[in-house]
């Protein structure tokens, strides 16, 4: 049993970009990571108690943990919980209080699973809410939104020792920790997680999972597409802005627009800012350097349709977000 500071958690096989707001998570001081198990993107607070389970695979029952939990918190506050299809926990047949994820080796399993108790549902939503709507493709695994509520809503007094406590007493009566000493049983142990002298290999661990290439360039490849249309000089004019974003970089940047007397420079500029934003990472402000250094280069900003060019460069910049 376990809690975080805040941070989003976005599951192995997602798109961060279209499961949570990024660009607010960075101002807000929150850390966007990606774990090892599937399952879709939570949000984790002090408000919040995670729950793992770690054990052979022969005894991986993802329901019975479920319903083991809920057994303990029920033996102590009169609240309705049950399990969904798709092994969340509902609080009053309505609300989210657990969303659940797991893994499973050649011998082993671990599954773990939230419990709001009193997390900021404010800070949730504005973090969950991707800036990305209308013009995307991706192959990654996308998340399932639901309605969500604390579960100290109608336990006030609930929270994170007192979860722990029953959770951990029941699972002593209830006889599932089999190894365990039977002197010491009723003791719950509180650890130090990011103690390298207990837990060898674990500054490894912790670096890997917080490189740029784990949370962001693991990411399935996926498409932006975008159509404008604009009327410039009495004529309407349509640009279509499509890119490829695979392993976290940009893969390919097309942009099409309609033939102008200006054709030949346009195309040879549009070339410059295509090779110049292919192979970047797709970090907005990166992104947002690299726009206004284009924007600087006396070739790009001396030409002979100003107004299509500029115009171009605001669907880009919407396309990918940048915001300058």
Known sequence: MWKNKPCVVIGRHQNPWLECNISKAIGMSVDVVRRGSGG???????????????????????????????????????????????????LDQLYKVSGTASRLTRTKTYHHFTLLYRTDTEKLHKLLTSPFGTGVDSKATKSVSSQVRNMSDYATEMDFNCLVQVIGQHFHRAGLDQEIDQQKLGEIRFVEPTDSKMFPGL???????????????????????????????GTQVTVTIATEINKGRINQLNITYPSTNHSDEMDSILTYIREAFIGQRFWIAELEVLMHNLKQHETIGNHGNNALFNWILCCLKDTLHINV
Not at 64 to 73: E, K
Not at 211 to 230: R, S
Request: glycine fraction near 4%; proline fraction near 1%; charge should be negative.
């Open 203 to 233: 500054n490894k661990i912790q670096s890997t999972l917080e490189d740029w290439e784990w949370i962001y360039g693991k990411t399935p490849k996926f498409w932006l597409k975008k159509n404008y249309c604009k009327v410039l000089d």
């Open 40 to 90: 879709g993107t939570v949000y984790h607070d002090e408000g919040n108690l995670n729950c793992s389970f770690i054990m052979d695979k022969c005894r991986y029952d993802r329901h019975r943990n479920l319903q083991f939990v809920i057994d303990a918190i029920k033996s102590r506050w009169d609240i309705d919980l049950e399990i969904n299809e798709r092994d969340d926990i509902i």
